[in-house]
């Protein structure tokens, strides 16, 4: 029963370029829609969230979309940069404190 | 990763020994969070503790794994007669109080790749 869905496993943009990674979930009882970012050989680290009442939050070059009614979540890098390159995941949790990870996406940018 | 420190950080055993896996919070979290990655897949809850309180282990499977958080000294999570399938990273990670939104975003280690031969 997968509740987060990124079905894109991987994603390559150039270097100046937007990257925007999806989400889509099936699940509506979550309140806080989160991404995280992941290096190899390293822990998760958190990038940006959204609350469920909320469509829209932007913090410097990272922006998250959300779409309620098609249960649907996107995250906008603009501009890219080579440091980026990562595995992004998205993930939904609400008051049981649980996190619900999707597969995550690879995202590589071009110089 | 800001300080929630994990060891070992690689973990050999053979099938049939145990696997203790540590995990100490970052300084002033008092609440901690186990998860496990297996090859190819998201980050899967396996249980979530207090200070010498298991708070929700419906993620643990239900024979040979256990967790502890001890009032004093680090979370430890125990896998007893490994089998195959227990191969995977296992990440901790914690926060200041129940992380249940976005003000309280949880704060990983780096995890432990436990290896079973």
């Known amino acids: 029963d997968q509740q987060v869905k990124q079905n894109s496993p991987s994603l390559s943009v150039q270097e100046g370029r937007i990257s925007i990674l999806n989400c889509d979930y099936t699940n509506s009882m979550f309140d806080y829609f989160l991404w995280y970012k992941k290096y190899p050989a390293e822990g998760p680290t958190f990038l940006i969230s959204i609350s469920s009442i909320k469509d829209k939050n932007e913090d410097g070059r990272f922006t998250v979309f959300l779409n309620k009614s098609a249960k649907h979540l996107s995250l906008h890098i603009v501009p890219s940069q080579p440091g980026d390159s990562a595995v992004y995941f998205c993930?939904?949790?609400?008051?049981?404190?649980?996190?619900?990870f999707g597969k995550g996406i690879t995202l590589s940018v071009r110089p | 990763n800001a300080g929630v420190m994990q060891n070992p950080r690689h973990l050999v055993r053979r099938r049939g020994q145990e696997a203790r896996l540590r995990c100490s919070p970052m300084?002033?979290?008092?609440?901690v969070y186990w998860y496990r990655q297996l090859p190819e897949e998201g980050l899967k809850f396996m249980v979530y503790l207090q200070k010498e309180n298991i708070i929700d282990e419906s993620g643990m499977p239900k024979e040979r794994f256990s967790a502890e958080f001890p009032k004093e000294g680090p979370s430890i999570l125990r896998i007893q007669q490994v089998v195959r399938g227990d191969s995977a990273a296992y990440f901790c990670?914690?926060?200041?109080?129940?992380?249940?939104?976005?003000?309280?975003?949880?704060?990983f280690g780096d995890g432990t790749r436990l290896s079973i031969l």
């Open positions: 990670a914690s926060s200041p109080f129940r992380s249940d939104n976005s003000n309280q975003p949880q704060h």
């Open positions: 300084k002033g979290h008092s609440h």
């Open positions: 993930i939904l949790t609400g008051a049981n404190s649980k996190l619900t």
